[in-house]
């Protein structure tokens, strides 16, 4: 990607730099086993206690649940998202038994590790040559009410997956913006002993 803005600071492998977030999707389906694959590498993300919080919930364009699911976006995400091979609605359960417990109690961590379960899933999409792209438009109530999400589990985001689309089908506003983008130094992100980062 030689017109990406991204350069490391230290040595790293490629495939973190070459991760990123389109909006144009080609409109290309996905299998399932290939879907399913990413949700093999969500799979093995770590989790405290091995409590593994993070569920997935899906639907493939083509197939009955996609109109559903790309109901759930807001009017933007909508717009672009259609051109999408699937969409994914990412959440946790909030509760946890922990070892040598009887009773369910508080998973504190739920958030931090279903984001590390997003981050397995966003790579191995990657390298199998397909983008993924969070969003948190969409309607929350109206997701959990439509896909019949009990209590006990947090509604975290929505992700579209597809193969790489021409910028040219997005609107003229978005089409700049359709590049990978920069990120902050390491300086700004990681310091030694106390806090000292704005």
């Known amino acids: 990607m030689s017109d990406s803005p991204r350069i490391a600071d230290y040595a790293i492998h490629e495939q973190f730099i070459n991760r990123w977030s389109p909006r144009a999707f080609s409109g ?18 770590p989790s ?4 593994q919080p993070w569920r997935f919930l899906y639907a493939r ?3 009955p649940n996609w109109e559903r699911f790309l109901g759930l976006l807001n009017e933007f995400n909508r717009s672009w998202a259609q051109q999408a091979a699937a969409l994914v609605i990412v959440i946790s359960k909030t509760t946890f038994t922990a070892p040598g417990a009887s009773e ?6 739920h958030t931090f590790d279903t984001g590390s379960a997003w981050a397995h899933l966003a790579l191995q999409a990657s390298l199998d040559g397909w983008h993924t792209h969070g969003m ?3 309607d929350k109530e109206l997701t ?6 009990p209590e006990g589990y947090e509604l975290h985001a929505a992700v579209a997956i597809g193969k790489l689309g021409d910028k040219a089908s997005l609107p003229e506003k978005l089409q700049a913006r359709e ?4 990120r902050k130094p390491v300086a700004e992100i990681a310091a030694e002993g106390n806090f000292t980062l704005l």
Do not use: C, M
């Open 28 to 45: 290309e389906a996905i299998s399932e086993k290939a879907l399913l694959g990413f949700f093999e590498a969500a799979r093995w993300a």
């Open 144 to 149: 959990r009410k439509e896909l019949q999400i």
């Open 48 to 51: 405290a206690y091995n409590s």
């Open 61 to 63: 364009r083509d197939t």
């Open 179 to 182: 590049v990978p983008s920069p």
């Open 136 to 138: 948190a438009g969409f």
């Open 104 to 109: 369910e109690g508080p998973a504190l961590w």
